[in-house]
């Protein structure tokens, strides 16, 4: 069993940032992706970022240019740097392990985005 654990969400006015991070029990190299997910209140799971296991990134259209994925594989660790925070950003954010045959998820760490 793979747990994630997430942390690093909290209150924010518009215009910050918010790093969130997202550990994993197991090595993330053994996972074909890591992913980051958000859900406001309402609306259903959304995309925002993916990192491969080979490094390369991509990003849901809402937060290209604002949220940047990256990971420290010795410390099997998750990040996601978020800046120029909207108060649309606000919702809670997941950590998704990807591989072949079933996926992990996080708790979720929630974050809030003020005007």
């Known amino acids: ?5 997430e942390s690093g969400g909290g209150w924010v006015q518009a215009g910050g940032s918010l790093r969130l991070s997202c550990a994993s029990s197991r090595a993330i190299v053994e996972f074909s992706s890591m992913e980051w997910y ?10 925002v970022a993916t990192i491969t296991i080979v490094g ?9 240019g604002r949220f940047t994925i990256s990971r ?17 950003d606000t919702a809670d954010y997941y950590c998704r392990a990807v591989q072949r045959v079933g996926n992990y998820w996080g708790q979720g760490t929630r974050v809030t985005v003020s005007s």
């Open 56 to 64: 390369s990134t991509k990003y849901g259209g809402s937060v290209k």
């Open 72 to 88: 420290d594989i010795d410390k099997n660790t998750v990040y996601l740097q978020m800046t120029d925070l909207k108060p649309e």
């Open 1 to 5: 069993q793979v747990q994630l654990v």
């Open 38 to 47: 958000r859900q406001a209140p309402g609306s259903q799971h959304e995309l």
